[in-house]
């Protein structure tokens, strides 16, 4: 397994390696001796307004512990008069404009995929991108260098470009050495602070203080992420499916009136499970026939329903589900797949009224405790913002349940199964002061028989392991232990 793991890891880079070599290096050259010969000719978005554009183009998980922060921007003192554009990842293109429309002024949208390996589509957009001159540059995502299209910041114009850079100890004094090259302000990350909410949230307190005084005594007011829905009213124009994927993965569905419209359409009834059996790279899928199983054991003993959620790139995901999931269950109606079949903004309410999310190392877990935080989390920058986000409709979790043990919890309680490696201490565990009682990480069984000694190496290194553990060893038991654990609390 080790082995395999090894090569896996060696295709993957060598895939990356052979993408920037033969598709970022010559749009970038391209680029670079267009814009010389064109000479300094950007356009300002506005005579009388400054400009501002912002990256953010990752994945789906990464917006949802991002985008609170667009309303602190927004609203800042420093940045209230700017026109903001955000340069995203059209695969939560549709979450952004039903949430975050308030707080952007115009937005432009990347297919990542294409992005990444088309060269002709990278070219037409990096044409496109840098035609135009904005007054400041921020790219938060900056400090992770290769993933993070440094490149595109460089070949933009703008008077000043502000990025992040990682503590010297977790980083080649080579990259910083190029950052510098790139951006007029570099803001580190501070010390001893891992979770990538924090670090999001550290970022933009500095970069909403213009003075020495004010970087020290600076502080947002903003705790975890959250997402307040409009009431039950289901977005009126849909059309991407929930799946971090590229646009050939979505798929339009009809808007719908509301969640109970919804529910309807999907033969969906309370109390629910909702799983994510999917998940952007296949070491982080926890075998289909495990999440079978543990279907079986959520109906038998707390009569929750299934609810299978993901894009229409989780579909052979799902047919292997189906194929392990009994069929006396599945006959009976306490089994929905919804997978391919919804918006993304409609899995927002589907989450929402959700018991119990189980879901890989994906999007799913950073949506559920978003929509859990609602109304509990409040944004405002100390002394300088006042929260202007809506109080959200209370969320709709039934108390009982058909079988002899309930589940009372208050709002979704959400189980991740995850292998604890790169993303460890970042995405995954969700903190105490976020996750509380209604979160929890299932990891390989090394990290949880030696949690404190590994939590204590990926803090010293800055990361977890890469392409050490094997997803399938984390056993159904260990699963079925941390859901009577969160549900009975």
């Given amino acids: 397994m080790m082995l395999r793991q090894k090569i896996n890891k060696i295709k993957r880079r060598s895939y990356k390696l052979y993408n920037k070599l033969f598709i970022y290096l010559p749009v970038d050259i391209l680029i670079y001796f267009r814009n010389l010969l064109r000479g300094v000719r950007g356009v300002f978005r506005s005579e009388k307004s400054k400009s501002l554009i912002i990256f953010r183009h990752d994945g789906i998980g990464d917006y949802v512990l991002f985008r609170n922060f667009f309303e602190v921007l927004k609203k ?20 952004a404009e039903f949430l975050d429309k308030d707080y952007i002024d115009e937005f432009i949208w990347l297919d990542k995929k294409s992005f990444t390996v088309d060269f002709f589509y990278r070219y037409k957009k990096f044409k496109e991108i840098t035609a135009v001159k904005y007054d400041i540059l921020i790219h938060p995502f900056s400090r992770e260098f290769f993933n993070a299209d440094n490149d595109l910041a460089f070949l933009i114009k703008a008077d000043k470009k502000i990025g992040s850079i990682r503590l010297p100890r977790f980083t080649k004094p ?6 510098e090259k790139i951006y007029n302000e570099l803001i580190p990350d501070a010390e001893n602070v891992r979770f990538e909410f924090y670090k999001n949230k550290n970022f933009f307190e500095k970069l909403l203080s213009e003075t020495a005084v004010e970087k020290i005594s600076a502080g947002i007011s903003l705790n975890g992420p959250f997402i307040n829905l409009p009431a039950r009213q289901a977005a009126t124009t849909v059309s991407v499916a929930p ?12 808007a719908l009136s509301d969640i109970a419209g919804l529910k309807s359409k999907l033969g969906i009834s309370s109390p629910y499970a909702a799983f994510f059996i999917g998940a952007s ?19 038998t003993k ?8 993901g894009g229409k790139s989780e579909l052979n995901d799902a047919a292997e589900f189906k194929k392990h999931f009994p069929s006396d269950l599945a006959d009976n109606a306490s089994f929905n797949d919804a997978v391919g079949k919804i918006s993304l903004i409609e899995l927002l309410y589907i989450v929402k009224d959700a018991s119990l999310v189980i879901s890989n190392e994906t999007m799913a877990p950073h949506i ?6 609602a109304g509990i989390i409040n944004t405002s920058r100390t002394n300088q913002i006042s929260s202007a986000t809506s109080a959200p409709d209370a969320p709709n979790i039934p108390s009982g349940s058909p079988s002899p043990t309930s589940a009372p919890t208050p709002k979704p309680a959400v189980i ?37 000694e590994y939590d204590y190496i990926t803090s010293t290194l800055g990361r977890g392991y890469d392409d050490r553990f094997d997803i399938s060893e984390i056993t159904v038991r260990a699963v079925l232990d941390k859901i009577d654990e969160i549900l009975q609390k």
Wanted: one cysteine or more; a positive charge.
């Fill in 416 to 452: 991740v199964i995850s292998t604890g490696e790169a993303s460890y201490g970042h995405f995954v565990p969700y903190p105490g002061q976020i996750g509380n009682n209604n979160y929890a990480a299932v990891f390989h069984p090394y990290i949880e028989q030696n949690l404190k």
């Fill in 368 to 373: 559920a405790m978003a929509l859990a935080n």
């Fill in 243 to 254: 799946a971090p994927v590229s646009a050939a993965d979505s798929a339009p569905t009809p």
């Fill in 281 to 299: 790279v296949k070491h982080r899928k926890w075998p289909p026939e495990y999440f079978a199983e543990t279907a079986r054991y959520l109906h």
């Fill in 76 to 95: 800042s003192p420093r940045f209230a008069s700017y026109k903001i554009t955000l340069l995203g990842n059209s695969a939560w293109k549709d979450l």
């Fill in 302 to 309: 707390y009569g929750f329903h299934i609810v299978l959620c």
């Fill in 174 to 179: 080579y990259k910083n050495k190029i950052l």
